[in-house]
Structure formats: C-alpha cells, structure tokens
C-alpha cells in the first residue's frame, strides 16, 4: 500500500500504543512538548517507521516525504507525490479551534503567500495544487484519545470563500467557521460539526477516524481488513453538508477504528 492516510490509521492500529510520553520516551530523543511528540506520531504512522531510533527516521522521512514543514508555514507534511497534511491537537471537544498559522482552506495551493518557497520546490515535477488533509487529534492525559484525519474539500471552502469576511462577521450559511478576524480566525471543532457520524466512545483507548470524499477514497487502494486482523476497522459511505452550501451533500467516505 502506498503512503497515504489509510497506511497511516492501520499502522497506528497495529503500533497499539497512543501514549506519547512513552512512544517519545521510547523511540525520540530529548523531545518533550506534546505537540512535537504529536508530529513525529503523525509522521511514523504514515511513513511507516514507528519503531526505528531517532536517526533512523529522518532517513525513512526522507524517502516517505517531500516537505517537512515548520511552526510558522503551513503545511506541516507533505507525502511524496502525495497529500499534504496539517496537524492540530485539540485542547476541548466543545470549544473552538484556534488557527495559528494560516487561514482555512479546502486544498494547499503553490500560489499560497504563506507557504515557503521549499515547499513550493520540494518536488522534481513542480506541483500547482495539493490536496489537504487536516489532522485534528484530541489528547488526555498524554494520551491520543481521539484522532481524526478530515480532508479539507469535507470541511471547508475555498480560498476566495473566506476572502472578504470582515472582522468577528459571523458567517451564517457555513456550519464550519463561527468567525473570522485576523486575532480571532476560529473554526467551528471537527468533533462537533460531525458529531452525527463520529460515534464517540468515551470508553474506547483510541478512536482513529477519517473522511473524505467517496472519489478521494476510491483513488487508494481499497483497505482489506481481514488482511491486518482488524476486526473494529470500519468503512461506510455517508451523507455529509457541503462546507461552502448548506442546501448541498457530498458523498463522502468514513473510516473507523478502535483499539
């Protein structure tokens, strides 16, 4: 299987620890704030390196990714040839989400101002689009309670949907954005936009979900569960608003797991 999202959520599954002060105690060096730990978390999962030591990994990231990013640039991951991924670790399951870095978007564009000319060249085919996955993890006492990979186009606009909104406007037609300002710029939490569909357990160790659009699915190759013995891996078609038209639906595609 190639690297992508589903590689991701059935290496988490068989790597069965979402501690992450052990995982780091473990396997990184010297690496202490959560959300370094939550980086590197995402990165092992997708690239497939969970248990190699620290110096063994920037060599298989290497391999896996084009573009690592940094705190001040989005995006956070790019797979070779592949996805581009943000990662937010959520501090509520009920509050809004601050965004830090940049503005909501339902794909990563080489024109974006706030992306880095490295990552506008980190391919040897120039690329002009990207499609984006958000990684919104929810962790209790250091522990990833929940993990959810949503694909932009699932949960927001585009660019020029959020270029004229004036400062703390409230944007009703849109069940994603509560407001928008250039102190504030906060999103509605992913955890409550799909409440209907997620189907948390509290009791659960660790829920890992991700949606996407059913065309988005169809282009990976298909997850066969019985080949990784992963009996709670579950995936359903479902009915989902679309983020710029509340009259609209899009056929998306849900990914469930628990371990």
Known sequence: MPNNILRGI????????????SYASTYLNRINAVGEQLE?????????????????KERKYSKVFSYLGNQNNPPHI???NGDALEIKKIESLKSSIQLSSS?????????????????????VVGWKEKDLFYVFSYIKNKKIKYLFFVQGTCYAGDIDF???????????????????SVKLNKIKNPFLVFKDILKLNDKSN??????????????????????YKLNSLNVEDVSIIDPENSNKFINATLISCSI
Not at 41 to 55: E, G, H, Q, T, V
Not at 103 to 123: A, G, H, Q, V, Y
């Open 10 to 21: 059935l290496n988490i599954a068989s790597f069965k620890n979402n501690n992450l002060k």
């Open 162 to 180: 959020y270029k004229n909104l004036t400062s703390e406007s409230v944007i009703k037609k849109n069940n994603i954005i509560l407001k928008s």
């Open 206 to 227: 660790l829920q890992i979900f991700a949606l996407m659009q059913k065309e988005k699915y169809q282009s990976y190759k298909p997850v066969r569960k019985n080949k």
């Open 40 to 56: 590197f978390y995402i990165k092992d999962a997708i690239a497939s390196s969970f248990k190699l030591p620290r110096n063994k």
């Open 103 to 123: 503005p909501l978007k339902n794909k990563l564009f080489s024109t974006d101002k706030r992306i880095t000319d490295d990552c506008k060249k980190c391919e």
């Open 78 to 80: 790019i797979i070779k």
